[in-house]
């Protein structure tokens, strides 16, 4: 099975909790992309059969359900098995499929010309999970949609393509469900720095950025402006 060049733009989900069926079996799986004709799908079981030529996907999203038949183009394997992530292509996608699709295309324009600011923050840590183990992260920089954890060990698999953490603050500890949206290597490969996407930010995230953003937010760490950030350095 063979990568197909995308031919549409994809668009990052919310993390839609959908059902896959590769005929004989049907699994709870994440959306984390979608395009016109195609979506992304990650924690598909090692058990789901991509070798079949269509499979059927209910996608649940806000007030809408979708019945799409889908084709396998792509599939990743997690370093530790378990779960893959596979891109499929979607046959005949229906009229209503291509207007969700369009509203998310609005949603990101809208996003993108009102870019949150960012914070780069001290002394901030976070523990994070893979779904298999956890790890302890160090917070370089967050807004009110992401942010950036660093010294993440070389054995976290952020193939999985979500996971949760627990961000350490002196506002009180925030749970977080997280999306990786790119990932760099430091140290000879001995550390990995991730920025992620923040899965329906909780009361107590937009607490915190309240707080950085109020009176400098000190609060009891380092934080410095934007103007003291290192150029061409993006938290999701």
Known sequence: ???????????????????????????????????????????????????????????????????????????HSSSKGK???????????PVEWIEFVE?????????????????????LMAVISDGKTKSIGVVEDLSESGLRLTQLPPDFDESTGSCTAVVNSPTGDVHVSLHPCWIRTANKGMHKTIGFKIHNPPSGWQKLIEELEKDDGQLGFLVMGEDDEESGNNTP
Do not use: Y
């Open 83 to 93: 779960f893959k992530r596979i891109g499929f292509h979607i046959d005949d996608p």
């Open 1 to 75: 099975m063979s990568e197909e060049r995308r031919k549409g733009q994809r668009f990052q989900s919310p993390g839609l909790n959908s059902t896959l069926s590769d005929g004989n079996s049907a699994f709870i799986v994440v959306v984390d992309d979608v395009s016109k004709t195609g979506m992304g799908v990650s924690q598909v079981p090692e058990d789901f059969d991509e070798t079949v030529n269509h499979c059927f996907a209910l996608i649940n999203a806000p007030l809408e359900k979708f019945t799409l038949i889908l084709k396998p183009r792509w599939v």
């Open 103 to 123: 509203g998310f295309k609005e949603k990101t324009r809208d996003e993108s010309e009102r870019e949150a600011a960012r914070h780069r923050v001290l002394g």
